[in-house]
T-cell receptor
């Protein structure tokens, strides 16, 4: 059974810092790995999706990497802004079906 | 409205009540999902419907009963819930099932069971 862990659970940084969020998964037979953002009281917004054959994906100030062999993914946020404050979730999709296994999330606070 | 909508946004119910959560997607998708997000546990998949047929039931207690009358609507009927069922219930949809189909999420219904 796939298990996904995110460390740290919470992170507070000053504005302008570059930061890395970590995600680890136990079953390396994944189809893809996805990073989501969740704002308080709102649903999830997909940020980046990395296929199992890819090493990384970039969107603006966000860069996500994937290392299947070590069971790890990272989300790099460059030049953080207060508007980046949210909970970031990673989710692994295994090869069968469309089931996503989510990590517990990292709650990020970027202070002005 | 666009995207995935959920009603109500907040719900308080007693353990003997019967209520229903509604999800509607305006994206032309044909797969819909119910997730549960508890305060102390990761987001958990509850049910998956593809082409209005239930394709996944992730060991959910029978006090939760899903219904998918058509590809745009998904309901979650609730009865005799327990306080530990208090959580944020999220609905999602995707075009197709399986592969790299991105799921689009609604804002959720925050449920409190007294």
């Amino acid at each position: 059974k796939q298990e996904v862990t995110q460390i740290p659970a919470a992170l507070s940084v000053p504005e302008g810092e570059n930061l890395v969020l970590n995600c680890s998964f136990t079953d390396s037979a994944i189809y893809n790995l996805q990073w989501f953002r969740q704002d308080p009281g709102k649903g999830l917004t997909s940020l980046l999706l990395i296929q199992s054959s890819q090493r990384e994906q970039t969107s603006g100030r966000l860069n996500a990497s994937l290392d299947k062999s070590s069971g790890r993914s990272t989300l790099y946020i460059a030049a953080s802004q207060p508007g980046d404050s949210a909970t970031y979730l990673c989710a692994a999709k295994n090869n069968a079906g469309n089931m996503l296994t989510f990590g517990g999330g990292t709650r990020l606070m970027v202070k002005p | 409205e666009t995207g995935v909508t959920q009603t109500p946004r907040h719900l308080v119910m007693g353990m003997t009540n019967k209520k229903s959560l509604k999800c509607e997607q305006h994206l032309g998708h044909n797969a819909m999902y119910w997730y549960k997000q508890s305060a102390k546990k990761p987001l958990e998949l509850m049910f998956v419907y593809s082409l209005e047929e239930r394709v996944e039931n992730n060991s959910v207690p029978s006090r939760f009963s899903p219904e998918c009358p058509n590809s745009s609507h998904l309901f979650l009927h609730l009865h005799t819930l327990q306080p530990e069922d208090s959580a944020l219930y999220l609905c999602a949809s995707s075009q197709g099932f399986g592969g790299s189909k991105t799921q689009y999420f609604g804002p959720g219904t925050r449920l409190l069971v007294l």
